[in-house]
């Protein structure tokens, strides 16, 4: 729940910021500034004082960047590399964005609140609204967003050396990714990777990563369960997406699920998510059904769906071939609800695609640009001041700005850009307030916990907000055992481990 | 279920995947069937098509309208690609192929320079009606009927009129069509550019239903050179149409009860079996052939 | 001294002793490459080297026999997915690498042999074999794409679907250490090296006669009584054999295959290096795979958007200027120089 007084928000803003004038320390501003507000009682964690004006490594900062600026991928690559480019330009002109190692979510505020939480379709069945609530109260403490999140860092670029981003193109060819990976750790000696779309991707260049011990930040969404030690995931990943929108999906239009998946591993893994959890919120999987990656004409699956009759399709489609689907199952009449976890929010399906292709399409993202925070607005004229021509802002794009960002907040309280010493301080319960809300970077599994969000697109594709989650943590390693600040490890674990999962399969 | 729907949705289901073939493909069999040149840039020429339609009807052009265009631009494309390349290569046919995998990656690059990685697309024309328990999209009705039209318009073209006898003639003996007179390299020119044509027609034709994106190409690529293959060059219109049936024949059931995997697979599968039944492609097995 | 005689035979460039002194200095360039570069860039480098077996199954396939294929990922791609099946279940076994590359060729050359006999025996028309490989290839590529999951697995080694198969073992003689950098580098030379000789010995040997005979005349040859398909059959398997030992190479350098290798890209890579040297010369293809891996790997550091259309470019312009090939046309202007003949 979140109710706006931003009014008080800003006087406890000013005072901490106030508080902080001679300060250089980003952190130490943040736990003045917490602390000043209505009682929180938080300690410094004592790496904070372990000086952030230490002895400091002569040249720039080098932060490699690994996208596919050409080729079919490219779409995506260009994308990420222009958010590479902003986070480093604003890092370097002394900007940070909010955050540290004081946990989830802003400060709290004194507001009105209602005295019982409100329900959701108490009665009705309509889940649009919220039709039940209790009283207001003036007495009350409540969780609310900043609307300013760019701050000063009082530092220039990162520990005053400037920040230099080193982008190459991996041309969408894993055997590229695999060369430039080793150029960019052994070669250029990168003291940061942020690089990698696919999940393909990731695998060619991870072990390589392992191989030397990189600080290696994976920004993309993907089907989760990566337990690196190297490796920070900072997208959301099946836990935080699939749930909550097969519980709405569910509950408002019903049971029956049709999946209609990509045949790979991200599509099957998804699927198989869906599958073991469906029933957890009272739904069913009527038919799965797996369309390989090259398959571009769907009047086959759109019978299929149509002699199933299911309540909604759950599509998990991925690239160029399979988004071909949505113009051809509205022209064929196909009008089922759907829900998905990848279109709109990467591929901008819903500006692409004539209306009303994706008519009652249902997304849980972590962002997507019509946000309307004050936070994200700010962010997209950021963006477009710096590269008028773009067409889009995707989920991705912001992971990896957000991400920069994070690696330089980590690397000034670690005092140092030595890359064990960077680890362990990403490794502190970070939290950095992202475009989207607040990210929580949860030590023990390498996983972001983000504001989760159901988007809707409706018959004119205009994207509206159903339900909002404020923090998701990612939870499902933590089950499989994984802690990596304890037990290093560099695999990746599959449902299949899971012995829940296993109840599901067939 | 009903079984009558189920058929008809069948039928429906199996006529789509022979149209998306036929379309696919015609501009790379008369090609392949006129001058033996493998196109690797057929993909980017119906990208081009799709590119043509998307861009004009942005603009304000009815959809309908730009189709030609789309023939048009097609021709002009194939006839540049042929006049400043491919006519210094047809003593060495295997080059054709390399030069034209390298033009292809230019222009879907290039593409991608220009225009960005996406256009808007099209909206899908005519709605869709309804029977049974399925519902079935008008345009893609039009898709069948477009398709077909353009396989018996060709057929005519090559069987009735004087140019179709001197292009058959061409791609039977060239030799022997040189010494009556007819000029080969003008013949694989126009065979070139109308190829071409066709294929960026049908590119054009086919972009409300799919994606558009630079390097969207490469979906027609291969069902293209499976139904080519499948058919044989010995005759473009009854190869083309007789490989697109049989392979649907075998896809469309297959993929309707164990999933489009299985379809996909079960469509290479009798492409390989076909082939090793039939080496020389289903046109081939032509009961009263005149030769 | 046979051999030699055997070695500078009339079926590849360098037909003279002189051009001896050539290839003995572009071997001693490529040994003298470690000394030159730090260890990681000898790996890089050792991908180009690593392609050019896969580079002269083509040669050898289509330059010499004269049947396009654009098969031979698929069995660079089953090598190395069968490698890492056989090593990877082996792991900790002194030797099990050796073991895993006999293996690994073995099982691939026996998927071609199948292929081969379909293609051979049904004799068809030449055209069709370069497009019906090719489907092969992509039927490799759609099944093992949608191979993720715990029900595809060998063993204790997954086959890991579209993301590719990782953690394939590298390279080690018995119990010594794996091979990387440097040494890496020296075993995909020496490896190439041997490959490259063997198969220069071949193609100028009588056997080599045959097969050009093939690629000249099919029916002649026939008529001279050779039974064409068997020795059709017997080169593909040849050839799958090269692309077989590229395919191991690879996953012992990178540790690591998707079933992108096996995609429609990737299915003309070979074709192209094989048209851009000069595809009837062993030694061409050789130099053209390096250089044009290296070409496309130098373009990709540079981080334009331009490198596609700078690759496209470059095969246009090649195959437009250069008749016989890049590296065939210019070594045969400078032996002209040289000795006013060939």
Known sequence: MKIDENQSVKTHDESGESATQNSHSESRREFLKTSSVAGAVLVAPSIITSGIAMAQDNGPVKIGHLEDLSGNLAVYGVQKDHAAQLAVAEINAGLTLKGGPIGTGGAGVFSSAATQPPLMGAGTGDLNYLDDGGDRSNETVAFVEDDEILVDSGDDGILGRPVELINLDGQSNNNIWQQLTRKLIQGDKVDCLVAGFTSAEREAIRPIVDQFNQLYIYTNQYEGGVADANTFCTGAICEQQVIPVVDYMVKKFGPRIYTVAADYNFGQLTAAWTKATAPLVGGEIIEEEFVPLSESNFSTTIARIQAAKPDWVFTLLVGTNQSNYYPQAAAAGLEYPMASTVNMAQGYEHRRFSTPSLNRMHNCINYIEEIPTKRNRDFVKRWYKMFPDDPYIGQMAQNTYFSVHLYAKAARLAGTTEQEAVKRALETGMTIEAPEGAVFMEPATHHAGHWIRLAVADENHNVSFLREWPMITPWWLQRMGVNLVGKKEYKQYVPDEDPYFTMFSN | ?291 | MNLLKLFFGPRDLGRTKTSGLVFAAFALMLLAVPAMVSDYEAMNFAFFLVNIPLGLSVALIWGYCGVLSFGQVAFFGLAGYFYGMVAGNMVGIPGSEIIGILAATGLSVFVAAILAYFLFFARVENWIIPVITLVFTLLLETFLSQTAGYQWRVGTVLLGGYNGMTGIPSMRFFSGDPLYGYSFYYYALGFVILLFIGLRLFVNSKYGLVVVAMRENLQRTELLGYDVRVWQFGVFLLAAVLASFSGVLYVQWGNYITPTQLGLVAAAQPVIWAAIGGRSSLFAVSIATILMTWFTFALSTQGSQLSLVFIGAATVIAIMLFKDGVITSIWEKIAVLFSGSR
Request: charged fraction near 5%; proline fraction near 4%.
């Open chain 2, 1 to 291: 279920m009903d079984l009558v729907p189920l058929l008809v949705s069948l039928l429906y289901q199996g006529l789509a995947t022979a149209a998306f073939l036929i379309l696919c493909s015609i501009g790379l069999m008369i090609i392949l069937g006129m001058m033996n040149i493998i196109n690797l840039a057929h993909g980017e020429i119906m990208m081009i098509g799709a590119y043509v339609s998307t861009i004009l009807v942005s603009s304000g052009v009815p959809f309908f309208v730009t189709l030609p265009v789309c023939f048009i631009a097609g021709c002009l494309a194939g006839y540049l690609i042929e006049q400043l390349f491919i006519r210094f290569l047809y003593d060495r046919l295997m080059s054709a192929l390399v030069v034209t995998w390298g033009l292809g990656l230019i222009l879907a690059q290039g593409t991608l320079m220009i225009f960005g990685p996406f256009m808007p697309s099209i909206e899908i024309p005519f709605g869709s009606i309804q029977y049974g328990d399925f519902t079935f999209s008008v345009y893609q009705i039009f898709l069948i009927i477009v398709a077909f039209g353009a396989l018996l318009g060709l057929h005519y073209l090559l069987h009735k009129t004087p140019v179709g006898l001197k292009t058959r003639a061409t791609m039977q003996l060239p030799e022997i069509a040189r010494t009556i007179g007819i000029d080969q390299h003008r013949m694989y020119s126009l065979s070139f550019a109308f190829g071409s044509g066709l294929a960026a027609f049908a590119g054009g034709v086919l972009a409300p239903t799919t994606t558009i994106a630079p390097f969207m190409g490469t979906q027609f690529v291969a069902p293209a050179f499976i139904t080519v293959v499948v058919g044989g060059a010995h005759n473009i219109i009854t190869g083309t149409l007789y490989s697109a049936s049989a392979l649907t024949a075998v896809k469309t059931p297959v993929g309707m009860f164990l999933g489009s995997f299985a379809g996909t697979v079960g469509l290479f599968i009798a492409a390989l079996v076909l082939i090793r039944l039939c080496p020389n492609g289903l046109s081939s097995i032509k009961v009263f052939r005149t030769s």
